[in-house]
């Protein structure tokens, strides 16, 4: 179960749905001071089966000194830390990450060589999920490009595809 911190859910209802399985605590960093009591305090009276959640957050930024967070709160996500390059500085996980995409969104469309060095060359300021919205944004025409990347290669994708399948458009 996925659970915005910046999104004021419930965390008591997240627990609930997410018995036997993971709670995914996402953008702690936005979590709001009032919210760590919160969830603080139910992470200390959790009991019987609210023991059975496995908990697992992210950050955008290390938890202590560079944000104000709960020193008892940092403990508890502080067991083990896995810091993960920025989608930038990893170019060689861009193309299988957008194949998967595409798969996800049951896309027939494969990403040709152009395409993905049009992927591999943004900054992609969002991480992954700038790269999941381009992809969608890349396979659904009639969305409108929300900005000029987007459009540069959407134009990209589609003179490959044209190009792959020798101008014949109903097969592109």
């Known amino acids: ?16 749905r997410a018995q036997g399985g993971t709670l995914f605590l996402d953008h702690l960093e936005r979590m709001p001071r009032g919210h760590q009591t919160k969830l603080l305090e139910l992470l200390e009276r959790r009991s019987g089966a609210e023991r059975d959640v496995r908990l697992v957050a992210s ?8 944000l104000p967070f709960d020193p008892k709160l940092t403990a508890w996500f502080a067991a083990v830390v896995v ?3 920025p989608l930038d500085q990893r170019p060689e996980d861009i193309g299988p990450l957008a194949q998967r995409f595409l798969e996800a969104g049951a896309s027939p ?3 040709g060589p152009r395409s993905l060095d049009a992927l ?9 999920v700038s790269l999941e919205r381009t992809i969608r944004g890349l396979c659904d025409l009639t969305q409108e490009p929300h900005d000029s990347s987007l ?12 190009r792959t399948h020798r101008g014949h458009v109903t097969q592109a």
Not at 5 to 10: D, E, R, T
Not at 120 to 128: N, Y
Not at 152 to 158: A, G, K, V, Y
């Open 109 to 111: 469309i494969t990403l």
């Open 120 to 128: 591999r060359a943004h900054r992609w300021p969002g991480q992954v």
């Open 1 to 16: 179960v996925a659970l915005d911190l910046g999104s004021g859910a419930s965390f008591q209802e997240a627990f609930q």
């Open 83 to 85: 810091e993960i390059l």
């Open 151 to 162: 459009f540069d290669l959407r134009r990209t994708f589609l003179d490959e595809l044209l």
């Open 59 to 66: 950050s955008t930024r290390l938890l202590g000194s560079s």
